[in-house]
């Protein structure tokens, strides 16, 4: 891998991670419009640990919060601090499971453009339905366990490339009620502990394997996708509290258009 695929690959990580177009299936996508050979499994745990850095230095302060909470967590149910980090908690539990029984017990890979496609389709209407109709007037700190487990639920789905993480999340956001800002804000403050324990897996995956590590492709895509990732998350948040969601739903049925276009030539 040259330093421009992995520039190249670090930034559509950054900056897909965070917005709602799957940046698992970018990565399957982009290889294959380019024609590059596929990157190593330790290039895509290093650009997944660029955006945890980016997601952390972001939100130092609303994780340093919740510090406090953990000694209370079983009995202050009432605290708002105490309910965010039991609700983050509860919604890493399904990604956790399925991802195990996709990826451990079952050995299912997913890295089809067409099913990339209609993931891109599907998913992107139901962001757009969400968006349009659903009501906006509850405040993250009201949402209570059920809440959380749907948001688990939609978090999980997008270990099929093509869902995107952040896209599910949000949409799960916006279908119980929460503004624009706080749909984002939850996704964002979710993506810590699953891109850790996904990376934290990965790796463990790369301390197997007897294949060489490129560390200055890696030190690259680090880079690159922290920054990207920071300024990402920075501005989805201005952007989605002025216009919303309907520009991402019209990339991602647009770009699926063209996969499907693109497959039958």
Request: net charge neutral.
């Amino acid at each position: 891998m040259d330093a421009l695929q992995a520039a190249v690959l670090g930034l559509i990580q950054g900056l897909t991670e965070f917005l709602p177009v799957s940046s698992s299936g970018h990565l399957v996508l982009t290889p294959w419009l380019l024609g590059w050979t596929d990157q190593s499994l330790a290039f895509d745990v290093a650009v997944h640990l660029g955006t945890l850095l980016a997601v952390v230095v972001y939100f130092w302060r609303d994780l340093w919060g919740l510090v406090p909470a953990v000694p209370r967590l079983l009995h202050d149910g009432e605290d708002p601090g105490v309910r965010l980090l039991r609700g983050l908690l509860i919604a890493t539990v399904p990604a956790c499971v399925l991802g195990a029984l996709l990826r451990v017990v079952l050995d299912v890979e997913f890295s089809s453009p067409a099913l990339v496609a209609t993931n891109l389709i599907l998913f992107g209407l139901l962001l757009g339905a969400a968006d349009r109709w659903a009501p906006q007037n509850r405040k993250l700190e009201d949402v209570r366990w059920p809440g959380y487990v749907l948001l688990g639920v939609a978090q999980a789905l997008a270990l099929i490339p093509g869902t995107s993480r952040s896209g599910a999340t949000m949409t799960a956001g916006r279908l119980l009620g929460l503004d624009r800002v706080g749909a984002a804000r939850i996704s964002f403050l979710m993506a810590v502990p699953v891109i850790a324990i996904a990376g934290a897996y990965e790796f463990l995956k790369l301390l197997q394997s007897e294949a060489p590590v490129e560390w200055q492709a890696m030190g690259i895509g680090v880079s690159v996708a922290f920054v990207s990732g920071w300024v990402c998350i920075a501005g989805l948040l201005h952007f989605v509290a002025r216009v919303g969601f309907w520009p991402f739903v019209i990339y991602r049925l647009l770009l699926g258009g063209l996969i499907f276009a693109l497959l039958v030539r």
